[in-house]
């Protein structure tokens, strides 16, 4: 009945956590939206206030604290994979699609896939007669850049 009562009380902590987590996301998020990067910029002080509580709470091993931050950590888990699936789709579509479309118009290959019927990938190099003096001095050119 005990174990019951603290698994409960952790599950409501680990919830406030998650509020927490997700107000202050919010709060910043609507700050930015409607006055700008000023909204950081004035309130710096605070912020940074927030983030040193949160610092000092989580370096206090508390049982309680451990719970609110295990929500939080929850929040910010959520958080992370909306912003990567969000900024790797946009990513993808500007990326991939934009350069895609007009390069299967021109018939253009980025990669060469087609099967070659030749036994080796080796080209042969030109290699024409250089005269030993090319070689004695081939350095000559670097030392007058400086």
Do not use: W
Request: aromatic residues 16%.
């Amino acid at each position: 009945m005990f174990e019951d009562k603290h698994k409960k009380l952790y599950k409501l902590i680990q919830s406030i956590g998650f509020i927490t987590g997700l107000g202050l996301f919010f709060i910043i998020l609507y700050g930015i939206i409607t006055s700008g990067l000023h909204f950081i910029i004035k309130n710096y002080i605070l912020i940074g206030v927030v983030v040193i509580v949160f610092i000092v709470l989580s370096l206090l091993k508390i049982r309680v604290l451990t719970s609110f931050f295990d929500g939080f950590k929850r929040f910010t888990k959520i958080i992370n994979y909306v912003v990567n699936f969000v900024l790797l789709s946009v990513a993808y579509v500007i990326g991939i699609g934009i350069i895609s479309v007009p390069s299967k118009i021109v018939k253009k290959h980025f990669l060469n896939t087609n099967k070659n019927s030749a036994d080796t990938y080796y080209i042969n190099k030109k290699l024409g007669e250089e005269s030993l003096e090319r070689y004695y001095n081939q350095f000559e050119e670097i030392k007058c850049m400086f």
